[in-house]
């Protein structure tokens, strides 16, 4: 089973350049969602969805857009990425209280 | 509005010793609380899971933690602990909606030989 496929797992950016974080699930999940870990931050909310064409805001969405035009298939933009975007990314995809997290992206932005 | 809170960012401890991470949890609403394990530039791995059925919880590497609805606490305990402990502790709780999880800023548990 691949469960939640994440790609890039490292990409190194430079201000101002625009790039997208890819999430794919194969367990037919209505439920994705975004987080990104800093140190002593934990793990905070971007973005999710709760179903094809439905998205919202989390804890942190301001630089980041998304789109669910899949149920599969949950992808993170970075539109002018700045250096306070470096981080590590996860994307998680559930049912109920089952939830998988993809590998997580290192993202560098210099 | 849901929160947890992990006391102590970071705990040392000798091997073989007791291993206690802290979390408090704020929910208006029955929690699902979770405790995953990260170690270094890996990603997330799922300890263990209270989902409202037994209060204390088994999980795996030896780890468990006890849902105590008194305290609105969900430690997590390990009686004995070992070298390969050492990594980031992260406790969290499901969202109301069941949509996302809010994490704690996680504990970092060393072990010292």
């Known amino acids: 089973n691949a469960g939640v496929t994440q790609t890039p797992k490292f990409q190194v950016l430079k201000t101002g350049q625009s790039m997208t974080l890819q999430c794919a699930q194969d367990?037919?999940?209505?439920?994705m969602s975004w987080y990104r870990q800093d140190p002593g931050m934990g793990l905070r909310l971007i973005h999710y969805?709760?179903?094809?064409?439905?998205?919202d805001q989390g804890e942190v969405p301001n630089g980041y857009n998304v789109s669910r035009s899949t149920t599969e298939d949950f992808p993170l933009r970075l539109l002018s990425a700045a250096p306070s975007q470096t981080s590590v990314y996860f994307c998680a995809s559930s049912s109920g209280t089952a939830i998988y997290f993809g590998e997580g992206s290192w993202l560098t932005v210099v | 509005a849901q929160s947890v809170t992990q006391l102590g960012s970071h705990v040392s401890v000798s091997e073989g010793a007791l291993v206690l991470l802290r979390c408090n949890y704020s929910?208006?609403?029955?929690?699902?609380l979770f405790w995953y394990v990260q170690y270094p530039n890996q990603g997330l791995q799922l300890l263990l899971k209270?989902?409202?059925?037994?209060?204390l919880v088994k999980g795996i590497n030896g780890f468990e933690a006890e849902f105590k609805k008194s305290e609105t606490s969900f430690h997590l305990t390990k009686p004995s602990a070992h070298m390969s402990d050492a990594a980031e502790y992260f406790c969290a709780v499901q969202n109301q909606a069941g949509t996302a999880l809010i994490f704690g800023k996680g504990t970092t548990l060393s072990v010292s030989s």
């Open positions: 929910s208006s609403v029955p929690p699902y």
């Open positions: 367990m037919n999940h209505e439920y």
């Open positions: 209270y989902t409202s059925a037994a209060t």
């Open positions: 969805s709760v179903g094809a064409g439905i998205t």
